[in-house]
């Protein structure tokens, strides 16, 4: 690599790290994530947030994003971050991505008026849980939007919370949206 390009390659991780503190994420995975050290990084992050960097274990439970509420917001946050990937140069990395779509969550939510509950550090692990096969997205026959479930979980019939309030079923076939939607002829 030349002398150039490390230099702009340090630059970038640098930034990423100070966009990801202010996020909110922990040392240990602005550490994996820009490979600087862990040492200059809580330094960072200290001098950023204004105080020590948190300690603890950093979120591993895969469980936490089949709850109810986390469910629909880690469900959105893989929806964006796949339009996100999708408009994002060939040179973005897996960081920049995870800001944009952290931070395109969050302003989404908010302008929802709803609470955000997921950290980036659980986006971050919701993204491994993903490419190490813990979890896996179904998408809803009916709505078409897809959904985290757990890997190995059937994929196919899968009829999400929201269509089967609405009395969807996966039996019936007919669908009471079709219906609304005045496909005409059909008795209901
Ligand atoms: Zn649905």
Not at 19 to 25: E, I, M, V
Not at 39 to 53: D, H, T, V, Y
Not at 83 to 101: F, G, I, M, T
Not at 135 to 160: D, H, I, M
Request: net charge positive; proline share 3%; charged share 25%.
């Amino acid at each position: 690599m030349s002398t150039k390009r490390a230099l702009q390659t340090e630059i970038l991780q640098y930034r990423n790290a100070e966009r990801l503190f202010r996020l909110g994420a922990r040392v240990p995975i602005v550490a994996e994530m820009t490979h600087l050290s862990s040492w200059f990084l809580r330094k960072l992050s200290l001098e950023i947030r204004g105080e020590a960097p948190r300690k603890g274990q950093i979120p591993n439970s895969d469980q936490w994003y089949l709850r109810r509420q986390n469910h629909l917001q880690a469900s959105l946050f893989c929806a964006i971050y796949d339009s996100v990937k999708r408009v994002a140069c060939d040179e973005a990395d897996e960081c920049a991505l995870l800001v944009s779509a952290y931070s395109e969550l969050a302003r989404a939510l908010e302008a929802a008026g709803m609470t955000l509950l997921m950290s980036v550090d659980r986006a971050w692990w919701l993204l491994k849980s993903l490419q190490i096969r813990n979890l896996q997205r179904a998408r809803c026959r009916v709505c078409g939007a897809r959904y985290l479930q757990p890997w190995g979980k059937l994929e196919r019939n899968f009829l999400c919370g929201d269509c089967r309030s609405q009395g969807y079923t996966l039996a019936g076939g007919r669908s009471p949206r079709r219906v609304a939607r005045g496909a005409g002829h059909e008795r209901a």
